[in-house]
Antibody, heavy 125, light 107 residues
Framework: EVQLVESGGGLVQPGRSLKLSCVASGFTFSNYGMNWIRQAPGKGLEWVAYISSGSSYIYYAETVKGRFTISRDNAKNTLYLQMTSLRSEDTALYYC??????????????????WGQGVMVTVSS | DIQMTQSPASLSASLGETVSIECLASEGISNDLAWYQQKSGKSPQLLIYAASRLQDGVPSRFSGSGSGTRYSLKISGMQPEDEADYFCQQSYKYPRTFGGGTKLELK
């Protein structure tokens, strides 16, 4: 059974840092790209960051670029999100999600197939 | 960024009713679109990928269609367990973007 378990959230003051972790099990973690996606209370979904299976490719949303760093440790089956210079607008439930690909007619379709339960980050003084 | 405009924002359906949710992309996304269902207090779950392919384990009453910039999710026969929020999402370009969501309630 695939499991993604996030941790590391909490209440933090504006301008401070926090590091989230996501431990994966039930699949070969090192073979798959991973993402962080967040959801502010009562709001929709916002993609935050992506890291490829071997960490060669990394992308960020503009809203977090320069402040957040995504990384992974394939030996530990763990995905990370280092968050610095936190702002009130970063308050959200943060999900890690695995990326799957589907090949059809010379095109590679990508989608988020498994999601963790989420970890809450609250930025407030 | 590719904007995903989802409609309606909310709708109410009776048991057994067929419902449709639309998603309009600001540019063509070559069917690189997924649909997710999020029940209250739960994580999103994948329903459809590549615009029309049903994820394993998802009931066949869910279907996806569309091309270019216009896509839709159809539920053929509303069930109580379908009460949830639904989101479309494009993977054609970075940043990945989601629609604003549709809240589906049972009438």
């Amino acid at each position: 059974e695939v499991q993604l378990v996030e941790s590391g959230g909490g209440l933090v003051q504006p301008g401070r840092s926090l590091k989230l972790s996501c431990v994966a099990s039930g699949f070969t973690f090192s073979n798959y790209g991973m993402n962080w996606i967040r959801q502010a209370p009562g709001k929709g979904l916002e993609w935050v960051a992506y890291i490829s299976s071997g960490s060669s490719y990394i992308y960020y949303a503009e809203t977090v670029k320069g402040r957040f760093t995504i990384s992974r440790d394939n030996a530990k089956n763990t995905l990370y999100l280092q968050m610095t210079s936190l702002r009130s607008e970063d308050t959200a439930l943060y999900y890690c999600a695995s990326l799957r690909t589907y090949y059809y007619s010379s095109y590679i379709y990508r989608y988020f197939d498994y999601w963790g339960q989420g970890v809450m980050v609250t930025v407030s003084s | 960024d590719i904007q995903m405009t989802q409609s309606p924002a909310s709708l109410s359906a009776s048991l057994g009713e067929t419902v449709s949710i639309e998603c309009l992309a600001s540019e063509g996304i070559s069917n690189d679109l997924a649909w997710y269902q999020q029940k209250s207090g739960k994580s999103p779950q994948l329903l459809i990928y590549a615009a029309s392919r049903l994820q394993d384990g998802v009931p066949s009453r869910f279907s996806g269609s569309g091309s270019g910039t216009r896509y839709s999710l159809k539920i053929s026969g509303m069930q109580p367990e379908d009460e949830a929020d639904y989101f479309c999402q494009q993977s054609y370009k970075y940043p990945r973007t989601f629609g604003g969501g549709t809240k589906l309630e049972l009438k």
